[in-house]
């Protein structure tokens, strides 16, 4: 590992005011002494991005548009408009699970990461669930960049061997005589649960029923719940 | 490599810490660590089985202490540097070395739209033979390799199914070494929990872990 690596950790690891290690101690010294670059990550990758800039390596304009794609027009709602439109259109459905690229390229969805989506499907039997144990895989086109959980070690390390306790700790207890099926993302093929329509709402639209379609439940931890019953509150 | 990226069915990890109403990055320098790296990935010097691994070879101990972005900017400042972007010196000094060119930047605002339609493409339009069928009983290799890999520990030796055939992608223990593509056929192969974990698990549930040819031997 590089001493640039190793230095940005060492300061990472003294933010989260954990313990350090003697070797790392001396590389936070030794960063003292000559701080030739700001310990701060926030400052630390303020630099890079103007060295990166500066050498003509990144368009400031480019960075500024991925991250507005990211942050307002990639997202969950996407993935919910897909489910909405499966629940109504029973063709569309056949589509989507015979060929999930072709049929939530109708929508115009596309993005990094979701080489090869597929997109498995929930019923009165079987209850799907992603991870991706290894690192982050995740369906960025219709769900966006996932939540920290996703990301980290307790439902990583966990969701293989205990799914149904890291779904009770969702809130979900499924009765033992549903098949539960874990999707582990280890290649570049990209889950998407397509989650049972709740009872109740056969009178909803499909902009209706996308609003109840929640990003949890597309990822398999949660069930879409109906909407209060008319004329109750 | 058996690091501790590889955590699929270690215990102990704590309580799912779940936020609600999550933003899509906690702050400002995330967002652009992320928009760096997919803007830099652009003059396609390395893939992404290489940034992956940049985060496998992390020590235990500093994977498990940093965050997710600081994760991938440690990552990004490895590739930079040891895929000849960027040279160490300018990393410390904050500035383009003298003299050094100034390049342009593949990826502009405008292209964007079109990046985001030419996606990762790890699968492979070529004719090479699947070594498996669908239906088909399978062992997960007992294999150990000290780079990078894709077939997590808690496979390894088990028995399964193959459930569908993904056609040919890149094989990840090469590509991220930059040692050659080797295109092969993926699966969705089927392992019954109590085949990986024993009677504790459900005696119905199962685990889909998608593996290459290479990872695979008939059962």
């Known amino acids: 590992m590089s001493t640039t690596r190793r230095d940005f950790l060492t300061v990472a690891a003294a933010t989260a005011g954990a313990a350090i290690t003697p070797e790392l101690t001396h590389m936070h010294q030794h960063e003292h002494e000559h701080q030739a670059v700001p310990s701060d990550p926030a400052l630390r990758v303020k630099a890079l991005e103007s060295l990166l800039v500066e050498k003509g390596l990144v368009d400031r304009a480019a960075l500024d548009a991925l991250v507005d794609t990211y942050e307002h027009k990639i997202g969950p709602r996407n993935g919910a408009r897909v489910v909405a439109r499966a629940w109504v259109d029973p063709a569309y459905k056949a589509r989507l699970l015979a060929n999930a690229n072709d049929a939530i390229a109708e929508f115009g969805y596309v993005s990094k990461q979701g080489d090869r989506m597929l997109v498995i499907e929930n019923t009165a039997r079987v209850h799907n669930v992603i991870v991706c144990t290894l690192c982050s895989c995740y369906p960025w086109p219709v769900l966006g960049l996932p939540p920290v959980w996703y990301k980290s070690a307790p439902y990583r390390s966990r969701v293989v061997i205990d799914p149904r306790g890291v779904l009770r700790e969702f809130g979900l207890e499924l009765p033992e005589d549903i098949e539960v099926r874990v999707w582990d993302s280890t290649a570049e093929l990209r889950y998407l649960v397509l989650p049972e329509r709740p009872a109740g709402t056969e009178r909803l639209s499909e902009e209706e029923l996308a609003e109840l379609v929640t990003r949890d439940a597309m990822v398999g931890v949660a069930k879409v719940v109906p909407p209060p019953a008319e004329g109750k509150i | ?219």
């Open chain 2, 1 to 219: 490599m058996n690091g501790i990226h590889d955590m699929g069915g270690m215990q102990d990890m704590g309580p799912i810490q779940y936020e609600k109403d999550e933003p899509v990055f906690h702050a400002q320098w995330e967002s652009r660590v992320f928009a760096m790296f997919a803007a830099t990935s652009a003059w396609r010097r390395w893939n992404l089985d290489a940034f992956r691994h940049t985060r496998e070879v992390l020590p235990p101990i500093e994977y498990l202490r940093a965050s997710y972005y600081e994760q991938w900017f440690s990552g990004l400042l490895e590739l930079l540097v040891g895929r000849g972007l960027v040279t160490a010196a300018e990393i410390e000094s904050g500035v383009p070395a003298p003299g050094s060119v100034i390049a342009t930047p593949p990826l502009t605002a405008d292209k964007i739209p079109a990046a985001l339609t030419n996606r990762i493409h790890a699968n492979r339009d070529v004719p090479v033979p699947p070594q498996f069928k669908v239906g088909q009983q399978v062992r997960a290799r007992n294999i150990n390799p000290v780079g990078h890999t894709r077939l997590p520990r808690y496979a390894r030796g088990k028995i399964g199914s193959i459930d569908r055939d993904h056609g040919v992608f890149v094989f990840p223990d090469t590509n991220a070494h930059f040692l050659g593509e080797k295109p092969q056929h993926v699966y969705s192969v089927c392992f019954a929990a109590r085949e990986l974990w024993g009677a504790q698990a459900a005696a119905k549930d199962c685990v889909y872990v998608d593996l290459w040819d290479d990872y695979l031997e008939p059962a």
